[in-house]
């Protein structure tokens, strides 16, 4: 029987660290093999991402029990997928009720045992065959060769040679793994963790060398899903203080996808769901819990890109233009969402919100929301993995005088030094960003140059006019945007403006008393034009009023004679700014 084992935090940590040291050195293995659920070659990945958290973000504190909470909260908050955060619930497990200032080989088993059963409460669907099965299987051979007459490190290396042939036995477990001969690339991930713990335990020289990734936070990060089989469109992954029951999340998640896998730490839960509505998973934590972090992926983007890419030339905008989400799909344009910042919380454009909820938000927040333009980091990383897909990059941003993010893409590619990329700005935002958005669009199907399309969408972007109804300027006044006084006389003499664009900024064209006269002075302005230099195109958005922007399109058309592009619901950063029932036109001149 093996006795007076003692394992101090210092010696614990290093085991640790090199586990995830030696998961780190596997990730192209892993994510090669990586066949189970869907063969997306993302499992090493995924896991890399946490095991590069615990290295860089855990700390040795003063007690043991403090350092092991310290590697928990690292890992949760570095994992992604459901195989990194089962692998944190694990780490947690190991971590739970530790006081001491050492383990011994008892408590060590203890330990593990936690391990796998918060690790195996976690998943919504276990399945065997895959990592929880390895993490059950050490636990029960750590228990059934403790009272055999061994010393502690043939006990460790015993266990650790058995645990590599029940991972063999794993390819017989899931007929997938035994089509392909292999075994599940978590499972494999998990021995390979012990195995770097183990030979740390008994060698305190032992060092496992891999380059070891900077902190990235979850929203300049990327996740590539390559998988056809997509029933919910949206990987969302939300990190929370944990101050709501875990069985309530899981009851009210449920109902808006698969996938689901619940982490927690002793300050966080981790959210891992894919949806078709990120924005109801956002509203429902939201109004519970404070969210710390979050990333939502477009799955069926990713896959579409990876598989079924069109041309060699790609578009690449921000969330502020308004397109048709189905022209946007047809036509393979790529959208980077910008943020929005609501009391703290960080939401995404047209993906993690919409303008219901901005509203609704915005009525009972003391702070008005504000818009954030995407970090270098993050667009640079966009930029290089859409690099590795396309010959060339054109990027149309909103107006650089209403927003940093064109300035922000410009920093992005300078450090790139790419001549394959053109930036342009499109001096315009919502619906006149969209139309020029998709007039370049067309261009790439009609298979035009590189050099002629980076031309001609300057040329749309000096043909491209927008004319905005305002419902209220309450908004507006409360963004800053313009001053309260005028906002007090617009609402006692009940005007009506009409806003447009000119030179990259906004400016009032008309102001009209109520809000008919108002939509008649559009309609008016747009036949004129279309009398004298002509409409090729236009398109029309709104803020939670579908119904008068039809009538409006109705209109439109009697006067045009021809049908818009396209009709959608604005942006949030829009809707956020001209508030709610407001609508826009968007168009493109022959001048």
């Avoid at 370049?440 to 298979?447: T, V, Y």
């Avoid at 419902?471 to 507006?476: T, V």
């Amino acid at each position: 029987m093996i006795r007076g084992i003692q394992i101090f935090k210092d010696k614990l940590y290093k085991a640790l660290l090199n586990g995830a040291k030696a998961v780190i050195k596997e990730e192209k293995h892993l994510n090669e093999i990586n066949v189970f659920p869907v063969r997306d070659a993302d499992t090493g990945s995924n896991l890399r991402s946490l095991m590069d958290s615990i290295v860089t973000r855990s700390q040795i504190k003063p007690t043991l029990k403090e350092t092991l909470e310290s590697i928990s909260n690292a890992a949760l908050i570095g994992s992604k997928g459901n195989s990194g955060l089962i692998f944190s619930q694990f780490i947690y497990g190991l971590s739970k009720d530790v006081n001491e200032e050492y383990i011994d080989k008892e408590t060590l088993i203890n330990q593990i045992k936690k391990g796998y059963e918060f690790a195996y409460d976690a998943i919504d669907i276990p399945v065997e065959g895959t990592m929880i099965t390895l993490m059950r299987s050490w636990y029960n051979l750590l228990k059934n060769n403790e009272d055999e007459n061994l010393s502690f490190e043939d006990y460790l290396l015993k266990t650790n040679e058995q645990l590599l042939v029940s991972l063999e036995q794993t390819k017989n477990q899931l007929p997938i793994l035994k089509k392909h001969n292999v075994v599940d690339a978590g499972a494999l991930a998990f021995t390979k963790f012990v195995d770097g713990f183990v030979h740390t335990m008994l060698d305190d020289d032992y060092i496992v060398d891999v380059v070891v990734l900077d902190k990235i936070d979850l929203i300049e990060d990327i996740d590539e899903h390559d998988t056809h089989d997509i029933v919910y469109r949206y990987c969302t992954e939300i990190l929370i203080k944990s101050s709501i029951e875990k069985e309530s999340l899981k009851k009210i998640l449920d109902k808006h996808g698969d996938s689901l896998v619940i982490g927690k730490s002793s300050e966080y839960y981790k959210i891992h769901i894919h949806t078709n509505e990120p924005d109801k998973v956002f509203e429902y934590i939201s109004k519970y819990t404070k969210i710390v972090d979050s990333k939502v992926d477009d799955m069926k983007n990713q896959y579409m890109l990876k598989h079924s890419r069109k041309h060699d030339i790609c578009i690449l905008t921000d969330s502020i233009a308004d397109i048709k989400s189905s022209i946007i799909d047809e036509l393979q344009i790529q959208v980077l969402p910008v943020s929005l910042n609501v009391e703290d919380t960080i939401y995404f454009d047209k993906r993690s919100i919409k303008n219901t909820r901005l509203l609704e938000l915005i009525e009972d927040s003391v702070v008005f929301p504000s818009s954030a333009s995407p970090s270098v980091v993050g667009v640079k990383k966009q930029l290089e993995y859409l690099k590795n897909l396309y010959k060339h990059i054109l990027v149309i941003t909103v107006s650089s005088k209403m927003s940093s993010t064109h300035n922000v893409f410009k920093h992005a590619i300078e450090q790139m030094d790419s001549h394959d990329i053109a930036l342009i700005d499109s001096k315009h935002n919502s619906v006149s960003e969209g139309l020029i958005v998709l007039q370049a669009a067309r261009l790439i199907e009609e298979n035009k140059s590189f050099s002629e399309i980076v031309r001609l969408t300057e040329v749309f972007s000096k043909q491209a006019h927008i004319l905005v109804q305002v419902k209220s300027l309450d908004n507006m006044v409360k963004s800053g945007r313009i001053r309260r006084s005028l906002g007090i006389i617009a609402k006692i003499l009940n005007l009506k403006p009409v806003v447009s664009i000119k030179d990259g900024e906004g400016i009032v064209l008309t102001k009209t008393i109520g809000k008919r006269r108002s939509i008649q002075k559009m309609i008016k302005h747009l036949e004129k034009i279309h009398q004298t230099v002509g409409i090729k195109s236009y398109a029309i958005c709104y803020v939670n009023n579908m119904r008068e922007a039809e009538k409006f399109k109705s209109s439109l058309v009697r006067v045009l004679g021809f049908m818009p592009e396209y009709m959608t619901e604005s942006s949030a950063v829009i809707a956020m700014n001209a508030g709610k029932d407001a609508f826009a036109v968007g168009y493109i001149t022959g001048e």
